[in-house]
């Protein structure tokens, strides 16, 4: 098993920066790739920043503004937000699969954190 523990998250106002981080504790040696998602009450969950070996990929409505990192051993997985607007508000996951490259499909993710809420406000 794998436990995912995320911090960070607050209010900002819009053009602010946060930056979110994940824990991942247990049996991490199986973890291939890791991700955050985003969700807002009535949407679905959202692919915003996923990581791979050698590999990233961003929402085209995040790509300029977020960056995504995780150490060589897939424990710790953060999230650099920049230039944060209100539509980027929600709460954010983390997310770890123990397949190469899931790209951001919520489905391939094996694990998930509870949470950490980002408010973006205008």
């Known amino acids: 098993q794998v436990q995912l523990v995320e911090s960070g998250g607050g209010s900002v106002q819009a053009g602010g920066s946060l930056s979110l981080s994940c824990v991942a504790s247990g049996d991490t040696s199986r973890m291939r790739s890791m991700a955050w998602f985003r969700q807002v009450p009535g949407m679905e969950r959202e692919g915003v920043a996923y990581?791979?070996?050698?590999?990233?990929n961003y929402a085209d409505s995040v790509k300029g503004r977020f960056s995504v990192s995780v150490d060589n051993a897939f424990k710790t997985l953060g999230l650099e937000m920049k230039d944060l607007k209100p539509e980027d508000t929600g709460m954010y996951y983390c997310?770890?699969?123990?397949?190469?490259?899931?790209?951001?499909?919520?489905?391939?993710?094996?694990?998930w954190g509870r949470g950490t809420q980002v408010s973006v406000s205008s």
């Open positions: 997310a770890a699969a123990t397949m190469y490259y899931a790209d951001l499909a919520a489905r391939d993710y094996d694990y």
């Open positions: 990581i791979s070996v050698g590999k990233t």
